[in-house]
């Protein structure tokens, strides 16, 4: 009878500890924020700087929606503060035009990325500062970033906002929400000495820069010369494309910052070379601190760039993530185990020979989600099995003919032997009756005779008989004599 195949359920283990690995970054202990070096803005720091105005406030931004904000700029209008309102989007900015004009000098039609915020501009207490975002004019939770200006840099920003505010503006409300047509300033044409906050400037301003960029923040803005070493969040759209030796990756928030041999530059943190950038040459002090803040945050940096390495150099649980695919965090293991897929054979001989990482070869092949030294495999292999379709083939009904020809042929044989082996038992029958009849009769007591009779075989042949009953005859009538 033949056997039934069985499934083979087989596992086996796979080393990938040589498997190359290349363009990932690596998670290190620790990060470090370059933002602190710049202040951190929030509404409780803006109420002050508001609050502590005299005589003048000045602020340029895209948006005003913070209902305390604009409560804060209210008061201080009702105060006697003079207040410039060089605003973007008016219609994000309705409530505050609407709580505001007639109070405050406001003016529109000027899109702009970062913000601009003077106080007391004409007097020896003067502040200026620039923020990265407008975020907080919006929103009262959020918080923005910013720089001091110098004395110089406060000049040039207060001429920049004037020849803005006064002479490319669109629309001004002197009366409470009544808009109309900007009026150009009647006293002279503004000079700024500094061209890279009017609309679509900055981009050519940087050109400079850009050829001869040596590190940046945030973004390195496609420029020709790539810097050597560049520092990304780690939610930048930039990394696939950027991912190189010399990148970083850090989980805080960073500025834009470029540092060139022309000059190093703080911009707004979503730049847009088509409007106006509230943006900042940085001066020797204000780099040499920055480039130092810069370094340090670069090389403690979450993340860190490996060109290649192999995977059994790369210590258990460290977390990676792949150059082409950032947002995936991965954690490198010792040991992992995988059940495979079924795994069906082609030829009985496969089934039979081939071993099961052999077998199932197509499948253990190294894959970023696989990121273990070593992984144990389990696997159930299949013997080859008929499709449903298959029909059989007419050799099966002729081998069943020759199975019933020869049962029949079978039972014929052993019909035969029966009867052979009942002719062979009558015939020794009688063979004895006759000699113990013989011996009887030549005074041999029965039950002796009987014994020695017992001990006798007799093999009859059919054909032969006769000369077997006369050879044994002879050698009885021997052992009488």
Known sequence: MMAKLTTRNERFQIDF???????????????????????RI????????????RLTVLIACESIKDLTVIKLLQNQADKGVRIYLLIGDETQSKTAIDML????????????????????????????FLLTTNDVFVDDQAQSQAIKLDPMHREHCKLRFCLLFWEKSTYEYLEHNKQQKAVVNPDSNIVANHSHHLYGTLQACLTDSFSSLKAASGSDFNSLNTPTRLLLSTNSKLIGSKANDGVAL????????LFSDDGDWLLPDTPDFSVTNWCLKLSASQSKQMIAAFELAHDNAAWQFKLNAILGDIPSQQAVRFGDQPRSILTVQQFSSEHLNDVYTDTIDDFFAKSADELA????????????????????????????????????????????DWQRSLSTLESLQN????????IADSLKGFIKGFLLGQGQ?????????????????LEGVADIVQADTNEILSKIK
């Open 101 to 128: 004009s007639g109070r405050c000098l406001i003016r529109t039609g000027i899109k702009q990325q970062g913000t601009l915020m003077l106080r007391d501009h004409v007097t020896l207490q003067a502040h200026g």
């Open 250 to 257: 850090t989980e805080s928030n960073i500025p834009n910052i």
């Open 42 to 53: 929030d509404n409780a720091w803006l109420a002050k700087f508001i609050n502590h105005a």
């Open 17 to 39: 500890t040589q498997q190359p690995l290349s363009n990932f970054f690596y998670q290190q202990s620790g990060d470090s924020e370059l933002s602190n070096s710049l202040l």
């Open 361 to 404: 070869l197509h499948a253990t092949r190294w894959q970023r989600d696989r990121l273990a030294h070593y992984v144990d495999f389990s696997v159930k292999i299949h013997p080859p099995y008929c499709p449903q379709e298959a029909k059989k083939d007419a050799l099966y009904q002729d081998w069943q003919h020759a199975e019933d």
């Open 419 to 426: 009867t052979i082996n009942q002719q062979q038992k009558s």
């Open 445 to 461: 007591s029965v039950k002796q005779f009987e014994k020695e009779l017992d001990g006798i075989d007799f093999f009859v042949d």
